[in-house]
């Protein structure tokens, strides 16, 4: 499980609040928001919105994708993908050609089809979150 402080869009001051509670890790956020009452809990414990909770848990959701470390995470977020809401709304096609579009800006090598692929099967799978 990636650490919480990758993170791109939430502020330090909640880091050290989620810290202070023993959520470390982008897994332990994942469950500590499971649901809509465990979001607003968290929220409220933060001195936080629902809407930055949601925030949290949509690119933490994306950074627990299989075969995805922090050089994945800059390419898409250079694609313009900041969480799993972002991968189900666009087909495949234009996942592969954001993320080539990061690479050729950031001078990094793309994932495979393949991993592309299967980043985006299971996006599908977390549609519920």
Known sequence: MPPIDELTRIEPVHL?????QGVFTTGLLLEV????TRRQNLADQL??????VAAWRDEALMLNLA???????RLLMQGGIEGIHDVLAIDLDELRRRVQR?????????PSDLTLRGWWEQARTLEEE
């Open 33 to 36: 928001s499971e649901t809509p």
């Open 67 to 73: 075969s995805f470390g922090p050089t994945e995470h």
């Open 102 to 110: 990061g690479a050729q800006e950031l001078n990094l090598e793309p």
């Open 47 to 52: 001195d936080a919105t629902i809407n930055d």
């Open 16 to 20: 050290d609040r989620l810290a202070r």
